[in-house]
């Protein structure tokens, strides 16, 4: 049994191709122990807009105070989860919504102030996501409390998803609104590490891209098995990718 942590980007939330869903279900018949986390970045954007909160980001991360910090975890955990929840049940009701705070899921280490309440993941209750994967499919949101203060923070949902999959020694599957890392239009079948930081240099790799390969890096580096970019738009891009390196851009040392 293998742990396939399938990070699903904010990006590509609203069009999901149905397949990856079916893929998702397939690939727990099929020995792999699936754990879903989600994004949710434009959703989270559309509502401080609405009430006319401009979205900053420093390095990639969103710099949340005390207002950000409540209207992204009211999108999180009370829009975006129940969302993906429910898409999966719609064909077997297996998948169940959680955050940092279920279960005290995993513990978190607050970043620089520069960012205000955001945290990466420090370690993860492995005993707790073994005990929900057992009869269900977690679906995380990158929510985190402090357990001493009970203060929650906002975690950037790819290094949320590389901490679980690196603890869980799995594979992990970044979905996006891209085929893959392209580089003048071409998909990149692989990529190493020398690869990844000469085109970060030559900004071929930019934006939010950029958190997505150097995070691939060090979860390779802590004991994470592979790290696939796919399309969350193409058929089966998932169930395709799990067994074949053709699909989307594998991640190597
Ligand atoms: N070389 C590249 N290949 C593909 N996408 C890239 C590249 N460099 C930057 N990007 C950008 O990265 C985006 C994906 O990151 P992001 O918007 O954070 O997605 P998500 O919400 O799925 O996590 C793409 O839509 C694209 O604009
Ligand atoms: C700290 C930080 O930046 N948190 C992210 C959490 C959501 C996320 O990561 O969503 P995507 O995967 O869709 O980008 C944010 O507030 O946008």
Redesign the pocket.
Known sequence: MKYAVI??????LNNLNKSIIEDILTLKKQNYVPIIVH?G??FINKQLSKIGVESKFVD?LRVTDEEVLLQTSSTLIGEVNPQVVFQINQYEPLAIGVNGIDMNLFDIEPLHPKYGFVAECSSVNKAALELICSNSIPVVAPIGIDSISGQRYNIN??SLAYKIASEMEGDLF?????P????KDEVQANLSIRDINN?IETT?????????VTGAISAIKDGCKSVKIIS?SSEHALLKSSISNEIGTTITS
């Open positions: 990070k699903i980007g904010g990006s590509i994004g970045g434009p990639g949902a790819d970044l979905i996006s609104d891209i893959g890392v392209l580089i085109y071929e790799i930019y934006g939010g891209m950029i958190p997505k969350g």
